[in-house]
């Protein structure tokens, strides 16, 4: 089984930056894959980016490139996303997620963590 815990979010001025950070622990895998979801209040969870561990080259949802990056701490089995240029439309519970390879979907989630960005 596998854990997730993420942190970093918080309140935050439209404009302004927040960095997540999600830890994995648990049973290790060869090859994996770990994603950033979120999901606002009335909408549908949507994806945000993700990156896989072998490579680790990212990817990112069209609409948010430019102002949200991914990048990973191998030692630490930890994936971040910093979002910069925040604007109120952000706002949303952000979610970790983890694949245990590349390609198969999302099993493992973490709890999730509140982003506000305030007008």
């Known amino acids: 089984q596998v854990q997730l815990v993420e942190s970093g979010g918080g309140l935050v001025q439209a404009g302004g930056s927040l960095r997540l950070s999600c830890a994995a622990s648990g049973r290790t895998f060869s090859s994996y894959a770990m994603a950033w979801f979120r999901q606002a209040p009335g909408k549908e969870r949507e994806y945000v980016g993700g990156i896989n561990w072998s490579g680790g080259n990212p990817y990112y949802a069209d609409s948010l490139k430019g102002r949200f990056t991914i990048s990973r701490d191998n030692a630490k089995n930890t994936v971040y996303l910093q979002m910069n240029s925040l604007k109120p439309e952000d706002t949303a519970v952000y979610y970790c997620?983890?694949?245990?390879?590349?390609?198969?979907?999302?099993?493992?989630w973490g709890q999730g963590t509140q982003v506000t960005v305030s007008s």
């Open positions: 997620a983890f694949a245990v390879e590349p390609g198969r979907p999302y099993d493992y």
